[in-house]
């Protein structure tokens, strides 16, 4: 079983959607939980960051952690057309600060 | 305040040769991770350098070393280059360990192709 599991997509909407990203993992010890965002030829971009278990809100994104079900969630509210990127989930799984990613989710807002 | 800065950011090499990429992390961070990122295999770890040490390391052959240096700067090396070995090269940094306030950092990568 791997590590970080994440649905690939691709997920297209309709602007002004709310979108769901979510990843599963296999391990509850684990603690901290990283949302990024990569444009394409870019490198991650850090969006969220949460540890242990609850919710983060920061503007129009909001983090959930559920640790009783090992599954995180992203979601965005009123997605833009300048949110079409891909969402990689990331955890803190190794000594020191190794992080194990999800495969990413391309998502496409359309006008 | 800087980024993480990465160079060069795009680069060609030939099959067998070695190639050196470089990493200046946020002022103050002492923690550098480098990850490649394929299409096949997504973002996976390599190493992690912490204080001039090594903290960590993935699952990568040999030919894939690193360094830090007392400036908290990183390069990472790649001898006897393969065609697989085309990726983008992203360095990371932290301030130190991750905790509830201090987290990681990437930067927009060394786009490696190898020929």
């Known amino acids: 079983q791997k590590e970080v599991e994440q649905d690939p997509g691709p997920l297209s909407v309709p602007e002004g959607a709310i979108v769901s990203l979510n990843c599963t993992y296999s391990?509850?010890?684990?603690?901290?939980f990283m949302w990024y965002r990569q444009y394409s030829r870019k490198g991650p971009e850090l969006l969220m960051y949460?540890?242990?278990?609850g919710n983060k809100e920061d503007g129009r994104f909001t983090a959930q952690v559920d640790k009783s079900s090992k599954y995180i969630s992203l979601f965005i509210r009123d997605s833009q057309p300048s949110d079409s990127a891909t969402y990689l989930c990331?955890?803190?799984?190794?000594?020191?600060?190794?992080?194990?990613f999800g495969t990413g989710t391309q998502l496409k807002v359309e006008l | 305040k800087a980024g993480v800065t990465q160079t060069p950011r795009y680069l060609i090499k030939t099959r067998g040769q070695q190639v050196t990429l470089s990493c200046s992390p946020i002022?103050?961070?002492?923690?550098v991770s480098w990850y490649q990122q394929t299409p096949g295999q997504g973002l996976q770890f390599l190493f992690e350098y912490f204080s001039e040490t090594q903290r960590n390391k993935g699952n990568f052959p040999g030919r894939f070393s690193g360094r830090q240096f007392s400036n908290s700067r990183s390069e990472m090396n790649v001898s006897t280059l393969e065609l697989g070995d085309s990726a983008l090269y992203l360095c990371?940094?932290?301030?130190?360990?991750?905790?509830?306030?201090?987290?990681?950092?990437f930067g927009e990568g060394s786009w490696l192709t190898v020929v």
């Open positions: 990371a940094s932290s301030l130190g360990v991750v905790d509830s306030g201090n987290t990681i950092y």
């Open positions: 990331a955890i803190l799984t190794g000594g020191g600060n190794k992080l194990t």
């Open positions: 391990n509850s010890a684990f603690q901290y």
């Open positions: 949460t540890y242990s278990s």
């Open positions: 002022s103050g961070h002492r923690s």
